[in-house]
Structure formats: structure tokens, C-alpha cells
């Protein structure tokens, strides 16, 4: 699993829009938004949900295709999506280019030995499902996206098992607090970049919405110091400075 020292170094280089390696295979990409809109969001947004399906996702494709409950702590990502493209042609073109979306280097995929080859075979460069999750991790970074707890070392299978459901209800929670939220489009985003002179186009996805934040945070540190100006009570205010850490304390 990626280290916190490595996470912050892969913010960094998302930040820049400088690849990040996954350790021993070969270096992933970062995309700017002008290239996520070039090839149409939901096209971009298609590729990365593929490659970072998790073992919950599967689990209710599966219920869906078959109408059972699998075994959850059976289920391996990387394993299932190689062996979903031995079987459909046409899935074994859109897996392979969600690779190739990330890596620009020729990737083959190996559903006989569930790898993925990166590079000239000769020098046998493999994505397995030991170091998958290390390159899930290094998407999720790049885009903005939540990383998954560490499994620990030699997990049981009854441990696996109790850990993904407590994913899987994590995931659920998160995934409502999203919906009942105000998200915004990313064409509603883009115009409040050109409203605060963000020359967003070159900006990849990961420095795009830091800055959206950072200068949001900033509008409304400018509107809380008037407020308070004006007389307004600054302990049910609640006022943040702008250039302090955008976290959740």
C-alpha cells in the first residue's frame, strides 16, 4: 500500500501535472482538463470508474446480473475485469483503453495469468492484483477522489470480509452526504475559474479543484471579514482564513 509520505508526494506531482510511479511497472498519468473535455468528461469519467471499481461495486454487479449475494471477501478487482474482457471483446478494447487513458506506454492485458503487461515484454512489466491497488491509489489521488484504508498484512479471509463491509457502508454514507449536497457541473465550475482568471485549461483535474476551493474559500473569508465589519457576531460566524489547511478539523 502507498505510504503518507508517498500520498503527499503523489499530491504534489498531481498538483504539477508530473507522473507518479507505480513502483517497478511504469509512471501514471495526471490529465488536464482540457484533455478530460477533449475526450468528453463522461467518456473520462467512464474510464476512471472502470479501473477504480472496488470489491463492493462488484459485488452488486453481480447481484444485479444474477440476482445473489457473492461472497464479498472472493471478489479481486483486477482479477474480475480481466476475466470480464476474456469474455467480451468489446469490453477487452474499453478496458484496454482505460489503461492506455493513464499509461502511455503499449499495455496488454493477460486474463490467463490476470496481469497487465506495460511495455516490451522482454522486460516483463506487470500490473498484478498485489500492486492494482497501488495504482487505484495513484488514480484516486490524481482525482481528488478518497483513498481506501490499508489492508493489513497476511488478512484472513474472515478479516477481509469484515473490512469491505465496513467499506461498503463507509462508501454508502459518503455517497448519500454527496447527494444531498449542491454538486456542481463541471461547465458551472469552469466558468467560475474564468471568473477568478484560473487559466484552467492546462490545470489537471487535481489543481482545478484545489483551486476552485482555495479561491472559494477565499471569497468567503473576504464576505465573513464585512460581515463582521458590519457587526456581526464573529463566534456564530465561525470565520476560516483562506490560506489555512482546506480540511476538516
Known amino acids: 500500500m502507498i505510504s503518507p509520505n508517498q500520498v503527499e508526494t503523489i499530491k504534489e506531482q498531481a498538483y504539477v501535472g508530473a507522473p507518479s510511479i507505480l513502483t517497478g511497472v511504469c509512471k501514471v498519468?495526471?490529465?488536464t482538463i482540457y484533455d478530460i473535455i477533449e475526450m468528453g468528461t463522461s467518456n473520462y469519467n467512464a474510464k476512471l470508474g472502470l479501473l477504480l471499481l472496488n470489491e463492493t461495486d462488484i459485488a452488486k454487479i453481480i447481484k444485479e446480473?444474477?440476482?445473489q449475494e457473492p461472497k464479498i471477501e472472493e471478489i479481486y478487482p483486477l482479477s474480475y475485469l480481466l476475466q470480464s474482457a476474456a469474455h467480451a471483446d468489446m469490453f477487452l478494447l474499453e478496458l484496454q483503453s482505460a489503461f492506455s487513458t493513464f499509461i502511455k506506454e503499449d499495455v496488454l492485458l493477460l486474463p490467463k495469468i490476470n496481469s497487465v503487461?506495460?511495455?516490451?515484454p522482454q522486460e516483463k512489466r506487470l500490473i498484478t492484483e498485489k500492486n492494482f491497488v497501488d495504482f487505484q491509489d495513484i488514480l484516486r489521488i490524481q482525482n481528488r477522489k478518497e483513498v481506501r484504508e490499508a489492508s493489513p498484512e497476511n488478512e484472513s479471509a474472515i478479516a477481509r470480509k469484515f473490512r469491505l463491509k465496513r467499506e461498503a457502508r463507509d462508501a454508502a454514507k459518503r455517497k448519500q452526504q454527496a447527494k444531498n449536497g449542491d454538486g456542481q457541473s463541471l461547465a458551472e465550475l469552469l466558468e467560475i475559474a474564468?471568473?477568478?482568471?484560473?487559466?484552467?485549461s492546462n490545470k489537471t483535474l487535481y489543481?482545478?479543484?484545489?483551486?476552485i476551493q482555495r479561491h472559494q474559500a477565499r471569497e468567503k473569508w473576504n464576505q465573513d471579514i464585512q460581515?463582521?465589519?458590519?457587526g456581526a457576531d464573529s463566534k456564530k460566524l465561525k470565520t476560516k482564513y483562506w490560506g489555512e489547511s482546506l480540511k476538516e478539523k
Open 117 to 120: 503487461l506495460v511495455g516490451p
Open 227 to 230: 460581515m463582521l465589519c458590519a
Open 207 to 211: 489543481a482545478f479543484y484545489g483551486l
Open 65 to 67: 446480473k444474477t440476482g
Open 29 to 31: 498519468i495526471p490529465r
Open 194 to 200: 474564468e471568473t477568478f482568471g484560473i487559466d484552467y
